[in-house]
Structures are given as structure tokens and as C-alpha cells.
Antibody
């Protein structure tokens, strides 16, 4: 059974860096084909894909946010970490991590989400 | 890259069928066979209901079906039920990752 859960600060100040951790079980990011993605959703708005990382260290980023994002994995801890620099109130959202596989990039399993508010 | 275009809302009476469109371009919907659809209830994480354009994951109701023609993908919910009232998002594979639609709120009258 695949499960994921996001951890991170509920509140960050503008210009600060956000660090979110996705802890997962039921699969390994050392196994061929496995991947984890990050998706966010501002209050009342649509889903927005941010980044993803595969078992082979390949990572992909949303073009508009590429310069602010970094995604990394710790296979031994079953964790994926997303950092987003220079946070702005417009980045206030629920941040989800989700399991995917290379090829179709559908997200079959999701964490419950971590609500992040950017405010001074 | 702009979000895929979906109608903001679609409504129907119980038992009816409704269809949600998802329009993109040749760089997304029209260029790949990897279209997925997600159902999201308020306050919950999205749930995958369609993958690879037409396939349903195990456990998803057969009332959900989907297709694609050119640069438009479509999700059909047949035999509409009260439990289908939710937000629905399409998602397309793109060269650098994925692109979501703007979402459609389905209301059961």
C-alpha cells in the first residue's frame, strides 16, 4: 500500500525559503520507474504542477517556477524534499506530494497536503 | 505555459450524463496519449479516476469514461449521482512534466 505525507511549516515570511518534505511508504525511489511529484493548490484555485523527481535522479520543473525550485530525494529515508525560494503571499497554497511512474506521469497516490501561508 | 481549458462549471440532474471538456494544443493534449483526470472533494486530496486517456484505475466506477479527439479530451459521467458533486481536473503529459486544467465544478441538481 502506497502512502505519502507532506511536512512543512504552516507559515513562512515573504522572501524566505520554504522547505517541504514528503515522507512515503509502499515503494522505493531506488526502483526503476518510480517517481514523486509536487503539486500545489492556492485556496479556491486550480491544481498547479511544480516539480517531480524519478528513481534515476532525473528531475523536472514547472517552467514559470524553475528558478525558485529544487527537488531532491533521500532514498534511505524514503523522502523527497522540495525547496522554494523567495516566497511571496501568492505562494500561499496547499502543497501536495504524489506518487507517479515514468511514462504516463499520472499521480495515482497523493498525500493529504500541507497548508502553507506566506505572510509577514 | 497556460493551464488547459475546462469549463468552470457543469451541472446535471441525478441519472443524467454530463461531459467535461479539456482543451489544449498540439504541445499537450494533442501531442500525447497520456491524459489523466482527477476528482477532488472540498478539503481533500485529488483522486485519480482516469489515466492514459481512457483507463480507469481499479475501484473507480464504470460511470466514469473518457476520450480524446485532437486537442480536446473529454470526461463523461453517466448516471449522475449526488456523490459525483466535486471538482474535476484534467492533466496532460508535456515535454517537461505535466500540465493541469483549470478545473470544473460539477453540481448535481
Amino acid at each position: 500500500q502506497i502512502t505519502l505525507k507532506e511536512f512543512g511549516p504552516p507559515l513562512v515570511k515573504p522572501t524566505q525559503t520554504l522547505t517541504l518534505t514528503c515522507n512515503f511508504s509502499g515503494f522505493s525511489l531506488s526502483t526503476s520507474g518510480e517517481g514523486v511529484g509536487w503539486i500545489r493548490q492556492p485556496p479556491g484555485k486550480a491544481l498547479e504542477w511544480l516539480a517531480l523527481i524519478y528513481w534515476d535522479e532525473v528531475h523536472r520543473y514547472s517552467l514559470p517556477l524553475r528558478s525558485r525550485l529544487n527537488i531532491a530525494k533521500d532514498t534511505s529515508k524514503n523522502e523527497v524534499v522540495l525547496t522554494m525560494t523567495n516566497m511571496d503571499p501568492a505562494d500561499t497554497a496547499t502543497y501536495f506530494c504524489a506518487h507517479t511512474r515514468s511514462g504516463s506521469l499520472d499521480f495515482g497516490y497523493w498525500g493529504p497536503g500541507a497548508r502553507v501561508t506566506v505572510s509577514s | 505555459q497556460s493551464a488547459l481549458s475546462q469549463p468552470a462549471s457543469v451541472s446535471g440532474s441525478p441519472g443524467q450524463s454530463i461531459t467535461i471538456s479539456c482543451t489544449g494544443s498540439g504541445s499537450d493534449v494533442g501531442g500525447y496519449k497520456y491524459i489523466s483526470w482527477y476528482q477532488q472533494y472540498t478539503g481533500q486530496a485529488p483522486k485519480l479516476i482516469i489515466y492514459d486517456v481512457t483507463n480507469r484505475p481499479s475501484g473507480v466506477s464504470k460511470r466514469f469514461s473518457a476520450s480524446k479527439s485532437g486537442t480536446t479530451a473529454s470526461l463523461t459521467i453517466s448516471g449522475l449521482q449526488a456523490e459525483d458533486e466535486a471538482d474535476y481536473y484534467c492533466c496532460s503529459f508535456i515535454a517537461i512534466g505535466v500540465l493541469f486544467g483549470g478545473g470544473t465544478k460539477v453540481t448535481v441538481l
